[in-house]
Structure formats: C-alpha cells, structure tokens
C-alpha cells in the first residue's frame, strides 16, 4: 500500500509539473493584449484595449469651451468578443475632478432647443473619424432628437461594426479648459483616455 501511494504522488507531482510547464510556455507565447492610447490629431485620439477600440474627436469642444454641455464625437468596436456598453458605464472626469455621467436621454430631450444651434455648428465642422480598421458603419443610439429615432440605453458592439456617435455631457460649472478624462467602466476593464481642452 505504501509503495502504490509513492508511486501515485509520484504520478501526480509529475502530470502537476508538466500542466505548470505548459502553462508557463503558453502564457510566455500568448501576448497578453494591452493598453494604447495614441494622439491622431490636433482634437482626436484613438485607444485601443483589451475589449474595445474607441476613437475620440474633442475638436468641437476645444473650439468652443462654453455652455453647460460637452459634446464628444466617438466611434467604437469591440476588440474581440461582442460587448454591451451601457450608458450608464460612460463618464468623464472634469478638470476640477468631478465625475460627470453621461447625460440621460430625458435631459438631453428638454435641452435640445437650446442645444440645435450648437450641434448644427458641431455637424458642419465634425472632425472624420476614419481612425479604426473600415468595417461596416452603424449609428450609436444612446440619443435621439425630439421626435426622430428612439434611444436605448445600451450599445452592443461587436468586431464587424465601426458604432458612429456624438456622447453628451450636462457639466454642472459648465465646459471649462484644463485636462479631462472620458471613462467607460467594463466588465474586464476600464477604459481612461484623457483629453485636453
């Protein structure tokens, strides 16, 4: 009985060291996907991580640092796997270190009117946004103009669609110049590009 628990113990401290070898050897030639974020532009970077590429154009805003809202023009695919993104996952940190949800559709709705002008201005001056690998273009629908579309409050992205959209932000002391960060929380990761106005 002795000698068959030896040799058993044996056994399984062999096949044990063998698992760990080919793990280690796996885990040495598997490249673990990191982190980039990479300035593209006077007003536009792009990121790339281990769930999501984003590229992000702030160049309406650094042009016009007034109001209450800041408006980010974005476009999105997921990395790898299809990834839900909802709303409430998207922030941005403020130069004075508040962090600021991403607006609400029934807000946004409300401040339209006073919004249009600004984001006609906006759409006449958009900056491309042909930053990430051409794939199929879809709209992000997080929101809708009064009486266009309906707005959802998530966005599935996946690795075929480049998702097109315009991220609103309601700043209680208004847009200011200093250094911001938009931050999109995941379930594997979290997302901090910072930007400048």
């Given amino acids: 009985m002795k000698t068959y628990l030896l040799r058993h113990s044996w056994l399984v401290g062999a096949i044990t ?3 760990l070898s080919d793990a280690a050897v796996w885990a040495h030639t598997t490249p673990i996907p990191l982190e980039t974020t990479k300035q593209v532009g006077a007003t536009a970077i792009v990121y790339k991580g281990p769930q999501l ?36 996952s998207i922030s ?52 809708s103009e009064p009486a266009r579309r309906l707005a959802f409050p998530s966005i599935w992205l996946d690795e075929w669609h480049n998702t097109y959209g315009r991220l609103y932000f309601e700043l209680p002391g208004g847009v200011q110049k200093g250094d911001y960060e938009l931050l999109i929380s995941l379930p594997e990761s979290h997302v901090t590009i910072p930007f400048a106005i």
């Fill in 17 to 19: 060291l063998s698992l």
């Fill in 53 to 88: 590429d984003l590229a992000l154009s702030y160049r309406f805003a650094k042009q016009n640092p007034t109001g209450n809202w800041l408006m980010l023009d974005t476009v999105m695919t997921a990395a790898a796997a299809p990834l839900e993104v909802p709303r409430a």
């Fill in 92 to 143: 941005v940190r403020t130069p004075n270190g508040d962090v600021v949800p991403l607006a609400t559709q029934q807000a946004f709705g409300k401040a339209y009117a006073g919004l249009a002008a600004s984001i006609a201005r906006a759409n006449a001056f958009r900056e491309p946004m042909g930053y990430l690998l051409p794939q199929r273009p879809r709209r992000m629908d997080y929101f």
